[in-house]
């Protein structure tokens, strides 16, 4: 079974510190795919990244940016020089691929509370 | 192009009714997937609907049932409601069965009393 473990439950700092989102995971597929959703108030999930087992490639998108390691099953989620609008809950989810028993579903970590205040 | 939405926003149900959720699908997308999210929990995976016909099913009873529609929107019926229905529903869309990013709507906030 596949299991995504987000060990911090809540965080908070002042705006412009760096924060990093911790996300471990557990499957037996050889091929599935990362992904990190932000939360906001209103409730929409919206989608943030998503990364394929394969590609070990870190990468940046502005203030965001995302460290894949394989070694240690974990795809942690860093914001740098954190705003006041990153505050939310971010989920760490996991698929699997086809032929697995979590093809195409979504198993989401428990989430992380970031609050930033000003 | 038009998001995911979601009718109704909120809803007040009492034990034993019964409710339908109603979910129109992003333009372009012919996959919709169904999550229920507790007070304080990560989304739980109910089913997915791709082409009129589930494939794929969380571990959701019986009472929990789908349809999907020709022009792909959803339903989500929940019969015979307990008082832990109580969550936000999510209904999320995507392109086909393969692991396509995931696009969720608002939600559907059901309080079961």
């Known amino acids: 079974a596949q299991k995504v473990t987000q060990a911090q439950t809540e965080i908070s700092v002042v705006e412009k510190e760096d924060v990093t989102l911790d996300c471990v995971y557990e499957?037996?597929?050889?091929?599935?795919?990362l992904f990190w959703y932000k939360q906001p108030p209103s409730g929409e999930l919206v989608f943030l990244i998503r990364r394929n087992s394969f590609d070990e490639q870190n990468e940046i998108s502005g203030r965001y940016s995302w460290n894949f390691q394989k070694s240690t099953s974990s795809f942690n989620f860093t914001i740098t020089a954190s705003q006041v609008v990153d505050s939310a809950v971010y989920f760490c989810?996991?698929?699997?691929?086809?032929?697995?028993?979590?093809?195409?579903?979504?198993?989401f970590g428990q989430g992380t509370i970031l609050t930033v205040h000003p | 192009e038009t998001g995911v939405t979601q009718s109704p926003t909120h809803l007040i149900k009492t034990r034993g009714q019964q409710v339908t959720l109603r979910c129109s699908s992003q333009?372009?997308?012919?996959?919709v997937s169904w999550y229920q999210q507790a007070l304080g929990q990560g989304p739980q995976f109910i089913f997915q609907y791709y082409r009129e016909e589930e494939n794929g099913r969380g571990n959701f009873p019986p009472r929990f049932s789908g349809l999907q529609f020709p022009n792909y929107s959803s339903e989500l019926n929940v019969n015979a409601l307990e008082l832990d229905d109580s969550a936000l529903y999510l209904c999320?869309?995507?392109?086909?069965?393969?692991?396509?990013?995931?696009?969720f709507g608002p939600g559907t906030r059901l309080l079961v009393l």
């Open positions: 989810a996991l698929s699997g691929d086809a032929g697995g028993t979590s093809y195409g579903k979504l198993t």
């Open positions: 499957t037996r597929d050889t091929t599935y795919y």
């Open positions: 333009s372009g997308h012919n996959t």
């Open positions: 999320a869309s995507s392109q086909g069965t393969s692991v396509e990013t995931q696009y």
